[in-house]
């Protein structure tokens, strides 16, 4: 349970910390442009607000007069609104007129809206002429400043990750181990090994780029390679790669490449099924189901070809038969244990190569371009991976908030979390330039279609794709979450 409150706070702590700094850059680019900012919220505040600069315990104490409030409820603008919400899933700014919902009247009920769709889609494309609103209205702007509106959020989150991966360097530098100092090589799955990859192989080059160190991102770059060269038995060897690879085949374990580990327990993660088997330091496991492993990959494949032998229709019932299984410990001792249902063990396995550590360390200035050029390598790594985003196997990597937490280390690390809110910071900026209508990049498209066409959408038409946009995102959100419940029970 404690582990679960760390990785959450960390989640709420990494995530608040980006949604605030999103929303302040469309917050100061509409203030540039004199747009009016009705709202600008931590959290959501649905029904209530545990903060709010427009409450009058606050105005009193500050000498101001309360907030006058409309016939329908609503506060009289009396400058932007600065609150906090209860509701821990980011926040947002509320800009004057970004789409004009006086078109669509509520007074037919719910169906209103798909009783007043045929009207509202009339006259898609109108004049700029043609567009009503007060000069203070995002509706108003001419298009290049709307554009820079919407992007400043976007900006803001592709700074954040630059700057923060920038004093991550300078604090801590960069530890890697060095390709040619890895003596027990690789260790390649069967696809690998069909496609002319060994065992014990090291990966030094993808086409003609060196590879320096490993790490889970050469497989994006082995998935886009034409060539790749292995140091084997020390002499370079060529290897040619397939035509079409996917990084998703790649990636689903068995890993198609990864570090070569020896089996050797570091430490026993206390209520689990290791330490409930009696698991110690000093055992060594021979083989699992009465198959025999040689090093770390090994054990982590033999629990993996377990979890893959479940039916795609497997029920509670059927994982939980599965996750019993036969360990042979010191080469005598026959342990039964079950494992939990993410299908671990729960021991943590030795670290190799900590002497062969190499640090190198930056500047507080040689830190700023370094950590530019590792987000945007990070920025290039994720954008490629969107093209599997609409596919079946992709659909089922998308995570939601317990997937996303799941990521945070269970013990409280500061060069860990930091490195894991700049790439968040970059998985929100590219997500909001998607050219969803609810999102950044939606409203980017239309501000671009005006600046090249000189024409606009009107708000009618805007207001309905933004409806569409909503329920896009909405199933998207739905299926995160159900994938996120799947993998509890193992699924």
């Not at 959450?8 to 747009?35: D, M, P, R, T």
């Amino acid at each position: 349970m404690e582990t679960f409150f760390i990785k959450a706070l960390q989640l709420i702590v990494a995530l608040s910390l980006l949604v605030l700094l999103h929303e302040a850059g469309h917050f100061f680019a509409a203030k540039i442009f004199k747009v009016r900012v009705e709202r600008f919220y931590l959290f959501f505040n649905w029904k209530f607000s545990l903060f709010s600069t427009y409450s009058n315990w606050w105005r009193k104490l500050w000498g101001k007069k309360p907030v006058k409030r409309k016939e329908n409820g609503e506060y009289e603008y009396e400058g932007t609104e600065y609150g906090i919400g209860w509701i821990p899933l980011g926040g947002y700014v509320s800009i004057s007129g970004m789409v004009d919902e006086s078109s669509f009247k509520e007074e037919d009920s719910q169906k209103s809206f798909w009783k007043q769709l045929p009207d509202l889609m009339k006259n898609i494309i109108v004049s700029n002429k043609d567009v009503k609103g007060e000069r203070w209205e995002f509706r108003t702007r001419p298009a290049w400043q709307r554009l820079i509106i919407m992007l400043g959020g976007i900006i803001m989150n592709f700074l954040t990750a630059f700057f923060i991966y920038a004093m991550v360097l300078f604090a801590w530098g960069e530890s890697y181990v060095k390709s040619e100092d890895m003596n027990y090589g690789m260790k390649f799955s069967e696809q690998a090994k069909a496609d002319g990859f060994k065992d014990g192989d090291i990966i030094i080059k993808t086409n003609d780029d060196v590879v320096e160190s490993w790490s889970t991102a050469v497989l994006q770059d082995i998935s886009n390679a034409k060539t790749v060269t292995v140091l084997r038995d020390g002499k370079e060897v060529v290897i040619a790669m397939p035509a079409k690879m996917s990084l998703l085949d790649m990636i689903e374990p068995p890993i198609y490449a990864n570090m070569r580990a020896p089996l050797q327990i570091d430490s026993i993660l206390p209520n689990t099924p290791a330490a409930e088997a009696g698991l110690k330091k000093t055992d060594k496991i021979c083989a699992v189901n009465g198959f025999k492993v040689e090093d770390f990959n090994d054990f982590q494949n033999s629990l993996i070809a377990i979890q893959q032998a479940l039916p795609e229709k497997a029920n509670f019932g059927d994982s939980l038969k599965a996750r019993q299984i036969t360990l042979l410990i010191n080469d005598s001792v026959t342990k039964k244990v079950t494992l939990t249902p993410e299908f671990t063990l729960g021991f943590a396995n030795a670290m190799p190569y900590q002497d062969k550590i190499t640090t190198k360390t930056y500047g507080f200035f040689e830190s700023f371009p370094a950590g530019v050029k590792y987000g945007v390598e990070t920025m290039k790594n994720y954008v490629d991976q969107l093209k599997y985003l609409f596919t079946k196997k992709g659909a089922k990597q998308v995570s939601g908030f317990i997937g996303i937490g799941s990521i945070f280390p269970d013990a409280w690390n500061w060069q860990r979390f930091w490195l894991l809110t700049a790439f968040l910071s970059i998985v929100l900026g590219v997500m909001n330039l998607l050219p969803i209508p609810a999102l950044d990049g939606g409203h980017a498209v239309f501000a671009i279609f005006e600046l090249i066409t000189g024409k606009r959408l009107n708000d009618n038409f805007l207001l309905v794709v933004q409806y569409f946009g909503m329920y896009l995102l909405l199933a998207i959100m739905i299926l995160a979450q159900l994938n996120d419940v799947l993998r509890l029970f193992g699924l």
